[in-house]
């Protein structure tokens, strides 16, 4: 089974620029992406990516800021956030699926989260 692991978030003020990584072992995965999840509301999509570029999908929210990209041959997955906002404040998800998708409920594997919190 495909193990994701984020890398360390952190506390940023706003405006400034952050990169997430996610380390992927045990397997290969078509579709990667990213969700967060706010205090007190639902997990929601930010981006995702199938195998090439050309590919990637963003939730308008993001769409602009934030970058996904990966590396297939070190089975890496990045998101490059830039002009973050406190609203960007959320606990992060590095997912793994069958294709890309805007629905969260469609990957099949997730890491356990890195806290990205932006200051005003």
């Known amino acids: 089974q495909v193990q994701l692991v984020e890398s360390e978030g952190g506390l940023v003020q706003a405006g400034d620029s952050l990169r997430l990584s996610c380390t992927v072992s045990?397997?290969?995965?078509?579709?990667m992406g990213w969700a967060r999840q706010a205090p007190g509301k639902e997990r929601e999509f930010v981006a995702a990516?199938?195998?090439?570029?050309?590919?990637?999908v963003y939730a308008d929210s993001v769409s602009g800021r934030f970058t996904i990209s990966r590396d297939t041959r070190k089975n890496m997955l990045y998101l490059q956030m830039t002009d973050l906002k406190p609203q960007d404040t959320a606990v992060y998800y590095c997912l793994a699926g069958v294709r890309p998708s805007v629905y969260v409920g469609s990957y099949d594997n997730w890491g356990q989260g890195t806290q990205v919190t932006v200051s005003s």
């Open positions: 045990g397997g290969t995965s078509y579709a």
């Open positions: 990516i199938g195998w090439t570029p050309g590919t990637e």
